[in-house]
Protein backbone atom coordinates (compact mmCIF):
# COMPACT_ATOMS: atom_id res chain seq x y z
CA UNK A 1 0.00 0.00 0.00
CA UNK A 2 1.35 3.20 -1.26
CA UNK A 3 2.28 5.83 2.31
CA UNK A 4 3.12 9.37 1.16
CA UNK A 5 4.89 11.42 3.79
CA UNK A 6 5.99 15.06 4.02
CA UNK A 7 8.38 16.01 6.78
CA UNK A 8 8.24 18.82 8.28
CA UNK A 9 4.84 19.82 9.02
CA UNK A 10 5.12 23.07 8.92
CA UNK A 11 7.70 25.84 7.82
CA UNK A 12 8.07 29.77 8.81
CA UNK A 13 10.90 31.21 6.74
CA UNK A 14 11.41 35.19 5.70
CA UNK A 15 11.14 36.02 2.33
CA UNK A 16 13.78 35.91 -0.14
CA UNK A 17 14.66 32.36 0.89
CA UNK A 18 15.25 29.12 -1.78
CA UNK A 19 13.24 26.54 0.05
CA UNK A 20 12.90 22.49 -0.48
CA UNK A 21 10.20 20.67 0.15
CA UNK A 22 9.98 17.22 0.47
CA UNK A 23 8.34 14.31 -0.01
CA UNK A 24 8.91 10.86 0.11
CA UNK A 25 6.81 7.61 -0.94
CA UNK A 26 7.06 3.88 -0.49
CA UNK A 27 5.86 2.34 -3.33
CA UNK A 28 8.49 3.24 -6.04
CA UNK A 29 6.28 1.73 -8.97
CA UNK A 30 4.68 4.93 -8.98
CA UNK A 31 2.64 6.06 -12.48
CA UNK A 32 3.16 10.14 -11.52
CA UNK A 33 3.39 12.62 -8.53
CA UNK A 34 1.82 15.74 -8.74
CA UNK A 35 2.36 19.08 -6.04
CA UNK A 36 -0.59 20.53 -5.40
CA UNK A 37 -0.63 23.94 -3.67
CA UNK A 38 -3.65 25.00 -1.34
CA UNK A 39 -4.85 27.97 0.27
CA UNK A 40 -7.02 28.00 3.82
CA UNK A 41 -10.58 27.39 3.41
CA UNK A 42 -9.59 26.49 -0.75
CA UNK A 43 -9.64 23.56 -2.88
CA UNK A 44 -6.26 22.19 -4.58
CA UNK A 45 -3.95 23.83 -7.36
CA UNK A 46 -2.26 22.32 -9.22
CA UNK A 47 1.91 23.06 -9.59
CA UNK A 48 3.43 20.86 -10.98
CA UNK A 49 3.08 16.99 -12.55
CA UNK A 50 6.25 14.56 -13.26
CA UNK A 51 5.43 11.58 -15.03
CA UNK A 52 7.30 8.08 -14.21
CA UNK A 53 9.78 8.74 -16.45
CA UNK A 54 10.91 12.00 -15.84
CA UNK A 55 13.71 13.59 -13.41
CA UNK A 56 11.97 17.17 -13.12
CA UNK A 57 10.05 19.75 -14.49
CA UNK A 58 9.97 23.22 -13.87
CA UNK A 59 7.40 26.59 -13.75
CA UNK A 60 8.63 29.85 -12.82
CA UNK A 61 9.80 29.70 -9.60
CA UNK A 62 9.05 25.90 -8.95
CA UNK A 63 11.28 23.26 -9.86
CA UNK A 64 10.32 19.78 -8.42
CA UNK A 65 11.99 16.77 -8.80
CA UNK A 66 11.10 12.77 -8.58
CA UNK A 67 13.66 9.97 -7.89
CA UNK A 68 11.88 6.66 -7.72
CA UNK A 69 15.08 4.67 -6.66
CA UNK A 70 14.97 6.10 -3.26
CA UNK A 71 11.31 7.19 -3.21
CA UNK A 72 11.59 10.64 -2.76
CA UNK A 73 10.42 14.02 -4.24
CA UNK A 74 11.80 17.52 -3.85
CA UNK A 75 9.98 21.03 -4.86
CA UNK A 76 11.80 23.90 -4.59
CA UNK A 77 10.67 27.37 -4.54
CA UNK A 78 13.08 29.98 -5.39
CA UNK A 79 13.42 33.93 -4.11
CA UNK A 80 10.21 32.70 -1.93
CA UNK A 81 7.23 35.60 -1.40
CA UNK A 82 4.63 35.95 1.18
CA UNK A 83 2.19 34.90 -1.41
CA UNK A 84 4.01 31.70 -1.51
CA UNK A 85 2.50 31.15 1.94
CA UNK A 86 -0.01 28.38 1.77
CA UNK A 87 -0.20 24.52 2.44
CA UNK A 88 1.59 22.63 0.19
CA UNK A 89 0.78 18.61 -0.79
CA UNK A 90 2.48 15.90 -2.39
CA UNK A 91 0.53 13.01 -4.35
CA UNK A 92 1.67 9.83 -6.27
CA UNK A 93 -0.57 7.45 -8.49
CA UNK A 94 0.97 4.21 -8.32
CA UNK A 95 0.94 2.35 -11.45
CA UNK A 96 -1.58 -0.28 -11.68
CA UNK A 97 -4.51 1.09 -13.72
CA UNK A 98 -5.78 3.03 -11.13
CA UNK A 99 -5.64 6.79 -11.30
CA UNK A 100 -6.23 7.50 -7.53
CA UNK A 101 -4.05 9.75 -5.95
CA UNK A 102 -2.64 8.54 -2.62
CA UNK A 103 -1.98 11.92 -0.41
CA UNK A 104 0.83 13.68 2.16
CA UNK A 105 -0.54 15.35 4.95
CA UNK A 106 0.82 18.55 3.56
CA UNK A 107 3.31 20.88 4.77
CA UNK A 108 2.07 24.33 5.98
CA UNK A 109 4.54 26.84 4.51
CA UNK A 110 4.93 31.00 5.73
CA UNK A 111 6.90 33.14 4.39
CA UNK A 112 7.17 36.66 6.24
CA UNK A 113 7.81 39.60 4.75
CA UNK B 1 -7.74 25.61 -18.87
CA UNK B 2 -8.59 22.49 -17.11
CA UNK B 3 -10.96 24.32 -14.91
CA UNK B 4 -13.59 22.42 -12.14
CA UNK B 5 -16.22 23.94 -10.51
CA UNK B 6 -18.06 22.95 -7.46
CA UNK B 7 -20.92 24.27 -6.15
CA UNK B 8 -22.19 25.58 -3.57
CA UNK B 9 -19.05 26.76 -2.03
CA UNK B 10 -20.55 27.04 1.64
CA UNK B 11 -23.72 25.25 3.03
CA UNK B 12 -25.25 25.37 6.19
CA UNK B 13 -28.09 22.84 6.82
CA UNK B 14 -30.49 21.04 10.22
CA UNK B 15 -29.90 17.67 11.05
CA UNK B 16 -31.27 15.26 9.32
CA UNK B 17 -31.72 17.49 5.52
CA UNK B 18 -29.94 15.79 2.55
CA UNK B 19 -27.52 18.10 0.49
CA UNK B 20 -26.74 17.84 -3.07
CA UNK B 21 -22.88 19.15 -3.93
CA UNK B 22 -22.41 19.40 -7.79
CA UNK B 23 -18.60 19.40 -9.45
CA UNK B 24 -18.61 20.28 -13.07
CA UNK B 25 -15.55 20.09 -15.51
CA UNK B 26 -16.03 23.41 -17.27
CA UNK B 27 -14.01 23.10 -20.58
CA UNK B 28 -12.86 19.72 -20.66
CA UNK B 29 -14.56 16.19 -20.42
CA UNK B 30 -14.23 13.59 -17.73
CA UNK B 31 -14.95 10.36 -17.87
CA UNK B 32 -13.43 10.00 -14.19
CA UNK B 33 -14.36 12.56 -11.10
CA UNK B 34 -13.01 11.83 -7.57
CA UNK B 35 -14.62 13.24 -4.32
CA UNK B 36 -12.47 13.62 -1.24
CA UNK B 37 -13.33 14.74 2.36
CA UNK B 38 -11.24 16.97 4.09
CA UNK B 39 -10.88 17.43 8.22
CA UNK B 40 -9.36 20.48 9.75
CA UNK B 41 -5.24 20.46 9.38
CA UNK B 42 -5.72 16.75 7.95
CA UNK B 43 -4.81 15.49 4.05
CA UNK B 44 -6.94 14.51 1.81
CA UNK B 45 -9.48 10.99 2.05
CA UNK B 46 -10.59 9.34 -1.04
CA UNK B 47 -14.42 8.85 -0.60
CA UNK B 48 -14.98 7.30 -4.09
CA UNK B 49 -14.38 7.71 -7.56
CA UNK B 50 -17.17 8.49 -10.10
CA UNK B 51 -17.73 6.59 -12.97
CA UNK B 52 -19.94 8.54 -15.90
CA UNK B 53 -22.60 6.03 -16.98
CA UNK B 54 -21.99 3.24 -13.87
CA UNK B 55 -21.89 3.09 -10.56
CA UNK B 56 -19.44 4.77 -8.66
CA UNK B 57 -16.48 3.18 -6.61
CA UNK B 58 -16.44 3.74 -2.97
CA UNK B 59 -13.33 2.98 -0.52
CA UNK B 60 -13.43 1.05 2.25
CA UNK B 61 -15.28 2.56 5.43
CA UNK B 62 -17.36 5.00 3.39
CA UNK B 63 -21.03 4.13 3.48
CA UNK B 64 -22.49 4.07 -0.19
CA UNK B 65 -26.02 4.88 0.45
CA UNK B 66 -25.19 7.61 2.85
CA UNK B 67 -23.37 9.33 0.45
CA UNK B 68 -24.99 8.96 -3.34
CA UNK B 69 -22.65 10.09 -6.04
CA UNK B 70 -24.14 10.27 -9.76
CA UNK B 71 -22.20 11.17 -12.93
CA UNK B 72 -24.54 11.46 -15.35
CA UNK B 73 -22.62 13.37 -18.24
CA UNK B 74 -19.05 13.75 -18.50
CA UNK B 75 -19.19 17.13 -17.24
CA UNK B 76 -21.17 16.41 -14.12
CA UNK B 77 -20.97 14.86 -10.46
CA UNK B 78 -22.88 14.97 -7.73
CA UNK B 79 -22.78 14.11 -4.20
CA UNK B 80 -25.39 13.82 -2.08
CA UNK B 81 -25.00 13.47 1.50
CA UNK B 82 -28.56 11.67 3.06
CA UNK B 83 -29.76 12.63 6.37
CA UNK B 84 -27.09 14.61 7.29
CA UNK B 85 -25.88 14.48 11.10
CA UNK B 86 -23.08 16.97 12.62
CA UNK B 87 -21.05 14.52 12.08
CA UNK B 88 -21.07 15.05 8.20
CA UNK B 89 -19.70 18.68 8.75
CA UNK B 90 -16.44 18.83 6.96
CA UNK B 91 -14.97 20.22 3.67
CA UNK B 92 -15.62 18.05 0.17
CA UNK B 93 -14.06 18.37 -2.73
CA UNK B 94 -13.83 16.79 -5.99
CA UNK B 95 -11.38 16.54 -8.60
CA UNK B 96 -11.52 15.58 -12.49
CA UNK B 97 -8.54 13.81 -14.86
CA UNK B 98 -7.39 16.00 -18.09
CA UNK B 99 -4.41 14.37 -19.59
CA UNK B 100 -2.46 13.15 -16.73
CA UNK B 101 -3.20 15.68 -14.20
CA UNK B 102 -6.10 16.22 -11.75
CA UNK B 103 -7.51 19.25 -11.69
CA UNK B 104 -9.61 20.20 -8.13
CA UNK B 105 -12.43 22.34 -7.53
CA UNK B 106 -12.70 25.15 -4.77
CA UNK B 107 -14.40 22.51 -2.52
CA UNK B 108 -17.70 22.84 -0.63
CA UNK B 109 -17.60 23.40 3.31
CA UNK B 110 -20.88 21.61 4.73
CA UNK B 111 -21.89 22.63 8.10
CA UNK B 112 -24.60 20.54 10.09
CA UNK B 113 -26.56 22.19 12.97
Known amino acids: KQEVTQIPAALSVPEGENLVLNCSFTDSAIYNLQWFRQDPGKGLTSLLL?????REQTSGRLNASLDKSSGRSTLYIAASQPGDSATYLC????????????FGKGMKLTVNP | GAVVSQHPSWVICKSGTSVKIECRSLDFQATTMFWYRQFPKQSLMLMATSNEGSKATYEQGVEKDKFLINHASLTLSTLTVTSAHPEDSSFYICSAITGQAQHFGDGTRLSIL
Open chain 1, 50 to 54: IQSSQ
Open chain 1, 91 to 102: AAITQGGSEKLV
